[in-house]
């Protein structure tokens, strides 16, 4: 199995006038994809399950409750999809803007995306994708799954079962049945 890096650790004990040299070589290996069963996968999360578990009167907020119980922190996301939540959060909550402050101050939610590498791939993303009704949140997601190979990207959104990351590879999703 290839390794990723191998050090060699060298240590001289001294105890009562007696010394002792250890030395250990340390191979870090990584597993490949498809030997890794058990690891978690890289959640990205949609505004859709960000507002249906803050909203109890979402119709989708159970759904998302019950997933959310199966995944593994941090759900990561970008601020497209913040500024989207927190927008929906404040029409239909009192409270929503501070309880979804709060899930990424605890670090349930991270926002892991810088555009600037990515512009050129997020322009052309929403050029392929104009007669849907795609938003700026959906490709960078989309630019997000490209970067992140395991990623599944949790979702209300059934345009996602549309979108392609490198352009044919199907996104795993985490989508209810509708």
Not at 46 to 74: K, M, Y
Not at 90 to 115: C, N, Q, W, Y
Not at 125 to 142: E, G, I, N, R, W
């Amino acid at each position: 199995m290839p390794y990723l890096e191998s050090h060699q650790l060298t240590l001289w004990l001294t105890a009562r006038g007696t010394s002792l040299v250890v030395r250990l070589d340390l191979k870090i290996y990584r597993l490949p994809p498809s030997t890794s069963k058990g690891m978690a996968t890289t959640t990205l999360v949609d505004s859709g399950p960000i507002v249906a578990l803050i909203n109890q009167r979402d119709s989708f907020h159970a759904w998302c409750v019950s997933r959310l119980e199966t995944l593994t922190d941090p759900l990561l996301t970008c601020d497209a999809v913040l500024s989207e939540a927190f927008y929906l959060l404040k029409r239909h909550t009192s409270d929503g803007p501070r309880r979804l402050t709060e899930m990424i101050h605890r670090g349930i939610l991270v926002s892991d995306f810088a555009l600037k590498p990515v512009a050129p791939r997020v322009m052309d993303l929403l050029k392929k994708y104009q007669d849907l009704p795609t938003s700026f949140a959906d490709v960078c997601l989309v630019a997000m799954a490209e970067r992140h190979d395991d990623a599944k990207i949790w979702t209300l959104d059934s345009d996602f079962r549309i979108y392609r990351k490198h352009d044919r590879r199907v996104i795993p999703l985490i989508i209810p049945d509708r």
